[in-house]
């Protein structure tokens, strides 16, 4: 059985894995009635073991030979007598090392014999017969049983450590409220925890703790988000009492109410940023992104305030310098509160882009802008007015879209008149 280098200082082998080392250490030491044999017919002997734990342990003979010992092959490395080399664990993926498990390194020797065998050997398949075999079914089935029982008594063990800790300064100062308590060691849940599991453990809770704080500072911003929405959607209906867009509006920035919408976005911005930063250094409940109250709120927020985002991308021509906005300029605030609307309600990944209607619309346009004929565009046009007629009869997109001034509507108008005769949204469309 391969060894790695030592294990690291505090990472010492378990009574198991000490077992296991003692077998392997006297199956290589064979009796005096066995005489070494050359390299040249050296085999091996696979002996297997249920305890502590199923295993094969590969033994070759032993041989009193210099070449058996002094590699010289390229798969061995060349290295000196007694080198090691890294087991490949591609050829020999269950070979790993006692105790820490990773891909073992052995002797060169070791590594060239092995290969010796697999390579062109009438014993390749019996040899990978024994490096691949799986453990017997009811092995496995008592280790799947120890590890749900160990899972099952988490809980409680969590629930007295909360109790018995009071404080963890950097996982190696711990105060606890039982006087005179030496922190060595401790049973609890009928599992012995050593001083670094207690340490481990503490530590799990005060960080839940800090982020079920850090959720209730995000939760004292939500009437803040509120207020702001509040203002946009006026802005909304304002715009649509003149007959216009509130996208177009705020793409062309001509009036007041347009730019102190933009303040608004960019406040909202803010607040939505530090709630998704917060979500990927994970410093937020994991219950935090499947809370309706706010699976509600980030739909009403990206659904109002994207198209704002898209036609504020497109004022600016981005896109011909960056790239489309779906694909590069998209805000993550917007595909994280997406993603929560779709996980709540069990719909397709990518079923919620209604707030994306215009990023869509102008892309068509600057296509058809630089070049492309409707023919190149004719399904990608279809697919956008039969989502559009979609959104719109659930009441996901906004009835400004298709107001007689919106530039969508102007666009469409410029299609081929037996397309728009037969577009699903043609009813929509004002004449």
């Given amino acids: 059985m391969p060894m790695d280098t030592p294990p690291p200082r505090g990472a010492a082998l378990s009574d198991d894995d000490r077992l296991l080392v003692a077998h392997c250490a006297a199956l290589s030491f064979p009796s005096a009635s066995r005489s070494p044999t050359s390299a040249a017919s050296a085999s091996f002997q696979v002996h297997h073991a249920s305890h502590p734990y199923p295993c094969a342990a590969f033994v070759f003979q032993p041989t009193w030979s210099a070449a058996g010992w002094m590699p010289s092959s390229p798969d061995a490395g060349g290295r000196a007598p007694f080198g090691d080399a890294e087991v490949d664990p591609a050829l020999f993926p269950s ?11 052995a002797s060169a020797a070791f590594v060239a014999a092995f290969r010796g065998l697999l390579d ?20 496995l089935l008592d280790a799947a049983a120890r590890s749900l029982s160990a899972h099952w ?22 105060s606890s409220s039982l006087p005179g308590r030496q922190m ?3 049973a609890i849940g009928g599992l012995e925890l050593s001083k670094e599991a207690m340490l481990s453990l503490a530590a799990a809770a005060q960080w839940e703790k800090q982020r079920e704080i850090n959720q209730a500072k995000i939760d004292a911003n939500c009437s803040k988000i509120q207020e702001a929405l509040k203002s946009l959607n006026e802005y909304k209906r304002t715009c649509e009492l003149h007959e216009v867009s509130y996208y177009d509006s705020f793409k062309l920035q001509r009036e007041v109410h347009d730019f102190n919408s933009n303040v608004r976005r960019l406040e909202l911005a803010g607040l939505w940023d530090e709630i998704i930063e917060m979500l990927r250094r994970r410093e937020l409940p994991d219950a935090f992104e499947g809370r309706e109250e706010w699976v509600n709120l980030g739909t009403s927020y990206r659904r109002l305030v994207e198209p704002l985002d898209i036609a504020n991308y497109y004022r600016h021509s981005k896109n011909e310098d960056t790239g489309s906005y779906l694909s590069k300029g998209r805000p993550r605030r917007y595909k994280y509160t997406q993603k929560w609307r779709e996980q709540l309600h069990r719909i397709p990944l990518g079923s919620s882009l209604e707030s994306c209607f215009w990023a869509m619309s102008e892309e068509l346009q600057a296509e058809m802008i630089n070049g492309k004929s409707f023919e190149d565009l004719k399904d990608r046009v279809g697919k956008l007015e039969s989502d559009a007629l979609g959104w719109f009869t659930s009441g996901n997109l906004g009835r400004d879209v298709f107001l007689s001034s919106s530039s969508f509507v102007i666009w469409w108008k410029t299609l081929p008149e037996q397309h728009r005769s037969a577009s699903c949204i043609a009813r929509l469309v004002p004449s």
């Fill in 95 to 105: 070979l790993r090392s006692v105790g820490s498990g990773v891909p073992a390194r």
């Fill in 120 to 139: 062109g050997s009438p014993l390749q398949t019996e040899l990978l017969f024994y490096c691949l075999q799986l453990d017997p079914q009811q092995q």
């Fill in 153 to 174: 008594e988490y809980e409680s063990i969590k629930q007295n450590v909360m109790q018995e800790i009071v404080c963890v300064d950097y996982l190696r100062a711990i």
């Fill in 184 to 186: 060595n060691g401790t």
